[in-house]
């Protein structure tokens, strides 16, 4: 994460001012207001604004007149009820806004969840930095055999030397002829091309940066998503950055997130049947189970979760 | 407005609460924070909780690191430039948080704006108060006799009274009933229809409450529709009343708004073709000009405010 | 379901029509295309438009050039992987049109679902029918003892025949009432009041009727929650008239529709370690379960459908 | 526009159906369906699916029982008032779907139009064509030197040369060291880097695909944005190719269109102000105007669309 001087001053004069409110307000949250979180090699998220806390979701459900908060026992208890019978729209009542430094094929993951506002640093108008993204060895992995969309091993050695040099020279090369095709050197016998074609250019592991805000019900929802072991690895490190930011925020909420979501599962109706076999005491197979063998293996992965998930 | 001793006593311990915040925060919108504004004859409309400032659509534009404000002259030029070119997205980055009680006819309006959050008061859990709203004097129109969906000119003497009388006694024997159904009374021999059948006796015109939150662009484009006079009398005077907590909240993008929307008038292309020929010294007639009847009356009250809309 | 002479014809016209198309079409929906299927004692629901089919689905998921069916056993199949894992933009590429008449309280539950397209009959413009909706005895339940929402037993004898009295007259004085507010029967000594207002005398059990379209994905959030036992009955009528067009419409999504969502039960992290617990063989009891009550309750209705829910 | 022969035998298959349908069928637009309208150097855009047509957005105002159409005068008519008083919710009525190759700066623009279902051709799947957008040397433009997001006059030359043959090598150069490290040649001692992490190695200027499917409404405020002359050409000139389709499948829609939306034209209060004074034989200049500089030459280039926008 590299801030200019210039950049950290602004952070740091933003955190020095206090102004009384009338609002609800999160100290644990306040406390890391506007701080960069480094994500990835050049990227970071950061929280610059929100609005409402675990008593605004309470509030809600309510209507109430006042605060919502009574007893801590009693939110905790309608929060965790909202969160297991989706009652959505309460979580709806709070907002958050982040700062976002991401690889550009990161951003176009991320940017399919409509329901959020964004402002992008626009490449129309302004000229991108020299930054990109290049994988840690510890993440560079090869195309998973089993699974289209996923990664496999790691790859070691010679080929994964060659990868990290590749992905470093293509993705400067293209800053380089990007920079200078803007004409940023200067030179007056050339008009510069303009900053909206330039821009073409540049790599899908350049940085870019935006304004992300979103409701705390879309926020789950994206974490839901993103920070589970199915995502790409790079967007999930985003993620879990921003549950960190969650368990400020909303510790109520978070607590009832982690029980009825990330930590759940859901059962199709064909392994409903064949848990309430089991339940029965019948010693069930898969190929007698109703379920493919894909479905038995996660099935399995969620009853057993230290075991290998092939075995029945 | 009725508000219980309960509920004004819940207001007024919000309203005495002060938090230190690092977040933006707009000392005139927090002086009015909570405070219901009487709408209606037994409704209201307050604020009860905010995100960001005109600051923070700047800082949306530029994505930067710190507060946006740099001069506050700056700061409006570039907000009138986003509000005359459509640049929309900025103004999502402010959030409002209202809440309003309003006649169910109303809110079946209101809720057709899909872009907001909304927890409404449950009468499946909960029992609606015994209120109506019944129309002022001078608001009890008669229908348009020119346009379908519009008001006419007032209902005068006899009908007036009797319009009054009806729509206050249907009210409430609907609602006497309604508890009579629902066994307010505790009559033992009676087991009390579920609430959630019981409310379909109500009248359209019963009070329902809600907590509706937007953002500032989507709230700009509700008020554009509703404080416009041809929204209905009704839920233009909710729209007015939160007009007023947009100018304590977002001054500069309330007079970009005011400049460029509500004061702003859209012409046709064959409007525009008219108006060229006038400005070419033409005197251009309805018959000749290209526009309906009602389009050219449309566009005269346009160009002449104060005269006669079916003038030439 | 009361249709006029003219209704009847304009359908039976509508459905008379045929024309050539390189859409893709179903001829199952096609065949109950325009005829309404009637719900609650005056309303309806019916198809009158569609986009795509099961092979649209798998097409999305592939982005070809072509159309998507290969073999219906694999569509089957990638349907059932994208339900599955929620890969939810494919199923947002089919959609529907349905008209429906329903009771107004109805429609303020339905209309909570934003995500789709929405044209209600303008009772600014229009004047709405004389038809209330009045529960069938079968239906008429009392207030839960247990459920703060629900419904408990049925009304029975002088209290459920005073219920259904009670209910019919009101509608009808309210309905009487705002026929004569507006000078239905033209008496020139009056003007007759804005249609916009007299509407407020009416009831919520008052039929209104829309135009609702939306795509696949929110039809089927839309059924998994309305056509859930805990939805509201008169909803939930509508719901299960629209899943047999679903069966028509799409049959594979349908299947996988009930696999993974109807008949699929979410445990929660602690459910899932007492089922893990119970798997070993142990013999695990609610107090020592981790589990509330409730919860411990509504588990054990999962694993034994047939069982009283407050056997452990 | 490259397609392989399997592709254009996929789409005279698709074209060479047909199907008896009941629904609202446009010919024009069934001519044209399926077929590819070639887009920027290897682009397209086709129709590959719609629902409804212009009877539909009559239809839907009217919630009515048969077919919208009586007469097409009176459609037309209807059309127009709705367009003009932004009455939205019939164009949403209907729906089209569109089959896009595009360079992938233009989908990160696109993408910004939430209101929209997209399933886009996934580099975690599947490989990337080697197919890059070079612009024709017309379009080849330098930074305008007014306007910081846009373009100025032509690039010519040694410059011109030598961007297009950067362009070109560096997008060439990217593809084939991405289609290396996927091991795309089968080298037995290396593993291949996985699709999801190779893909970041592209340049911007890479084709990708999506289908996208869209309301009418939204299309409209698409094109009405990106079908500007402010909009950057690339994407304009798919907004272009899908004007075309608009008006084959709408032509009444079309028309209103383009007399309310992109020939018209929005003059600020200031505006109406100076217009108002003009109207009355006054010679307004700019300095006595209250506007600033850029919006008087805004105001005079619709008055005056021939003249020079910096006159008078």
New interface residues.
């Given amino acids: 994460m590299n ?1 200019t001087d ?2 950290r ?3 740091a ?3 020095a ?9 999160v100290p644990a949250l ?1 406390a890391i ?2 701080e960069p979180v480094a994500v990835l090699d050049h990227g970071f998220v950061r929280v610059i ?4 806390d675990d008593a ?1 979701v309470v ?3 309510r ?5 919502g908060t009574r007893r801590v026992s009693e939110d905790a208890g309608l929060i965790r009820y909202l969160m ?3 009652h959505t ?2 979580f ?2 709070c ?1 958050i ?1 982040y ?1 976002v430094k991401l ?3 990161v ?2 993951q991320w ?2 969840h ?2 959020a ?6 490449a ?2 302004s000229i991108l930095d020299r930054e990109f ?1 290049i ?1 840690a060895p510890g993440h ?5 055999e089993t699974n ?6 790691l ?1 070691e050695g010679n ?1 994964a030397a060659e ?1 990290l040099a ?2 470093a020279r ?2 400067a ?2 800053h380089d ?1 990007y920079a ?3 004409n940023e050197s200067g030179d007056p ?9 330039a ?7 350049t940085y870019t ?3 992300w ?1 979103t ?1 705390l019900h879309n926020l789950l929802h994206f974490l839901s ?1 993103r920070a589970d072991p ?1 995502a ?1 690895y790079e967007i999930r490190a985003y993620a879990e950055a921003m549950l960190t930011s969650l368990e400020a925020w909303v510790p109520l909420t978070a607590a009832a997130f ?3 979501r ?11 049947a064949v ?2 076999r ?2 029965a005491g019948e010693a069930v197979m898969q190929p007698e189970s109703g379920l493919s063998k894909r ?1 038995w293996g996660e099935m399995m992965a ?3 979760p230290a075991s290998d998930e092939s075995a029945p």
């Fill in positions: 801030l210039a950049q001053a602004e952070i004069e933003a955190r001012a206090s102004f009384p409110t009338r609002r609800a307000s306040e207001l506007f604004d929100y609005m409402g605004a509030q809600a459900a209507v109430s007149y006042g605060r297991r019978h989706r729209t309460p709806e009542m907002e806004k700062h690889p550009i094929f951003a176009r940017i399919r409509r329901t506002n964004v402002n992008e640093y626009s129309r108008y993204y994988p560079l992995a090869a195309q998973s289209r969309q996923g990664r496999g091993e790859l080929e990868v590749v992905l293509d993705a090369q293209c002829d200078a095709m803007l016998s050339r008009r510069g091309l303009a900053r909206e074609l821009r073409m250019n540049l790599t899908l592991n940066q935006w304004y805000k409701d998503l199915h790409q982690r029980e009825y990330l930590g759940a599962a859901t059962f199709s109706a064909s392994m409903l848990l309430r089991m339940l479905e969620v009853l057993n």
